[in-house]
């Protein structure tokens, strides 16, 4: 659905601005963003522009940088969407990985 830049946005608009207008910087989405997420300001304002085109964040205005946004139901289901899949994949890793780390370990036996 999102690549790995727009998904960490979103939720760190989620995090920060939940359903009503905050001032954000762009360092502080870049800072908000995991380690894991490479970005830089331009990526991550793309990103903003993006959410805020497709109906997932508001954006009231921006200068420099500086962004005034909320969180929209659409944008927070959209997350919500998201660790669900991810969770369910997890669960079904480890239903899998487990029985078979058993049947490893008791062929090698």
Do not use: H, W
């Not at 727009?6 to 908000?32: H, K, M, P, Q």
């Not at 109906?55 to 997350?79: F, I, N």
């Not at 669900?84 to 062929?107: C, K, S, Y």
């Amino acid at each position: 659905m999102f690549d790995k830049v727009t998904g960490a946005v979103l939720g760190a608009v989620n995090a920060s601005a939940d359903g009503c207008y905050r001032i954000v910087d762009v360092r502080e989405l870049l800072g908000a963003l995991p380690p894991r997420v490479k970005a830089d300001a331009a990526k991550a304002e793309a990103a903003l522009r993006f959410l805020a085109a497709n109906g997932y964040v508001s954006v009231k205005y921006s200068q420099d940088g500086v962004y005034c946004v909320a969180a929209l139901p659409k944008g927070r289901e959209a997350q919500r969407q998201a660790m669900r899949v991810r969770t369910r994949v997890r669960r079904r890793a480890g239903a899998f990985l487990l029985p078979f780390a058993g049947a490893f370990a008791g062929g090698a036996a």
